[in-house]
């Protein structure tokens, strides 16, 4: 079954509109979620852990928020070079498996 | 420092041919994982190794062999290519106590 489920699938935004990517998930015994950068031809880039609903991380225009059943990725003001796709993976509860969704793809218009 | 370094970068292969895709890392990390990624998939785990001489399945190792020897190197092995195993293929390192995963750039395999 689906562990991670990002929407939307893609998201086209006017420099300077602020918007956010969703991440559900299903797996029980969160060991962390995971947020990760993808440019076209590149691999996955670390940006946040989260561990804990109510938590929060942010970096530059980027905050990850955390509740019991999903993951907000906020973008305040984006620019052009924020476009990229955004993926939200969680931690299997043992072991090394991590559970990566399907990615939701922004592009910033200048 | 070169961190996760893929190798080749693009491959096509025929149906039946074998290869192996090279990964290698110079982090001294203990975990490595393998993954495919496929056009509305999100990536699928293969394999994994949690030290030297030890390996174990993921998600989709059907078709798949891995083997670590040392730290550095962990080869993804393909015996008889098939066109489902076209994909994008990205390597993988992580340190024991860290939650951060540090990829590759990819390899896109193509089976015609």
């Known amino acids: 079954e689906d562990q991670v489920t990002q929407s939307p699938e893609a998201l086209r935004l006017q420099e300077g509109e602020s918007s956010s990517l969703n991440c559900s998930y299903t797996?029980?015994?969160?060991?962390?979620l995971f947020w990760y950068r993808q440019d076209p031809g590149k691999g996955p880039e670390f940006l946040f852990t989260?561990?804990?609903a109510g938590e929060e991380k942010e970096k530059e225009r980027l905050k990850a928020t955390l509740t019991k059943k999903e993951s907000f990725l906020h973008i305040t003001a984006p620019k052009p070079e924020d476009s990229a796709t955004y993926l939200c993976?969680?931690?299997?509860?043992?072991?090394?498996?991590?559970?990566f969704g399907t990615g939701t793809s922004l592009t910033v218009i200048p | 420092n070169a961190g996760v370094t893929q190798t080749p970068k693009f491959r096509i292969l025929k149906i039946g041919q074998s290869m192996t895709l090279q990964c290698t890392q110079d982090?001294?990390?203990?975990?490595m994982y393998w993954y495919r990624q496929d056009p509305g998939m999100g990536l699928k785990l293969i394999y994994y190794?949690?030290?030297?001489?030890?390996?174990d399945k993921g998600e989709v190792p059907n078709g798949y062999n891995v083997s670590r020897s040392t730290t550095e190197d962990f080869p993804l092995r393909l015996e008889l290519a098939a066109p489902s195993q076209t994909s994008v293929y990205f390597c993988?390192?992580?340190?024991?106590?860290?939650?951060?995963?540090?990829f590759g750039s990819g390899t896109q395999l193509s089976v015609l």
């Open positions: 993976a969680v931690q299997a509860p043992t072991g090394n498996q991590f559970y």
């Open positions: 797996v029980s015994g969160l060991r962390g």
């Open positions: 989260l561990y804990s």
């Open positions: 982090m001294n990390h203990n975990y």
């Open positions: 190794s949690v030290g030297a001489g030890i390996t």
């Open positions: 993988a390192s992580q340190d024991r106590g860290s939650e951060k995963l540090f």
